[in-house]
T-cell receptor, first 114, second 112 residues
Framework: KAGVTQTPRYLIKTRGQQVTLSCSPI?????VSWYQQTPGQGLQFLFE???????NKGNFPGRFSGRQFSNSRSEMNVSTLELGDSALYLC?????????????FGPGTRLTVL | GNSVTQMEGPVTLSEEAFLTINCTYT??????LFWYVQYPGEGLQLLLK?????DKGSNKGFEATYRKETTSFHLEKGSVQVSDSAVYFC???????????FGTGTRLLVSP
């Protein structure tokens, strides 16, 4: 069974630009969550989508947005990039049938903002 | 809200030494608890989980027991290998929400 895939793996952007990251979940998984990982703040939850609906949202500004398609693939978008947005962005998928269904992570997209 | 506290690293051990990485949590209700491992340049891999009090999760020689009375989920391994060198994250997941709350991570360095 294929794992979670994320594209692209690496991105370099400049301040003020916008970026779109993509995540394909494990087949059959309907929940996709996004996390930001930085050396200073650690791993922080961005948002979660289930059946094309955002169910949970973390404490990030409105520049961070996402969506999910009918095939469960998800994208996240960051507009007006700032230097502090440089991070590893991780996507995770889950069956989300029960509260203890584990999340499986992709390799991440490393975003560098110059 | 929920929080997870891990011991600061790095933890430096010789091969075949005993490993303990402490993890405590605060939560409303009874969360599920997880240990994830991250190797350099990679995403997170689920190492083990426990979904209720007194559950023991185990995988690849690693173990952790869900202790409700001490709100802890300490990771242990009897004999570490060089290949275990990585960053270990403790995490909690509350009922009904797909939002993992992570500890700060503990770097483990194992020397031959």
């Amino acid at each position: 069974k294929a794992g979670v895939t994320q594209t692209p793996r690496y991105l370099i952007k400049t301040r003020g630009q916008q970026v779109t990251l993509s995540c394909s979940p494990i087949s059959g998984h309907r929940s996709v969550s996004w996390y930001q990982q930085t050396p200073g703040q650690g791993l922080q939850f961005l948002f979660e989508y289930f059946s094309e609906t955002q169910r949970n949202k973390g404490n990030f500004p409105g520049r961070f947005s996402g969506r999910q398609f009918s095939n469960s693939r998800s994208e996240m978008n960051v507009s007006t990039l700032e230097l502090g947005d440089s991070a590893l962005y991780l996507c995770a998928s889950s069956l989300a049938v029960n509260s203890y269904n584990e999340q499986f992570f992709g390799p991440g997209t490393r975003l560098t903002v110059l | 809200g929920n929080s997870v506290t891990q011991m600061e690293g790095p933890v430096t051990l010789s091969e075949e030494a005993f490993l303990t990485i402490n993890c405590t949590y605060t939560a409303t209700g009874y969360p599920s608890l997880f240990w994830y491992v991250q190797y350099p340049g990679e995403g997170l891999q689920l190492l083990l989980k426990a979904t209720k009090a007194d559950d023991k999760g185990s995988n690849k020689g690693f173990e952790a027991t869900y202790r409700k009375e001490t709100t802890s989920f300490h990771l242990e391994k009897g004999s570490v290998q060089v290949s275990d060198s990585a960053v270990y994250f403790c995490a909690s997941l509350n009922t009904g929400f797909q939002k993992l709350v992570f500890g700060t991570g503990t770097r483990l360095l194992v020397s031959p």
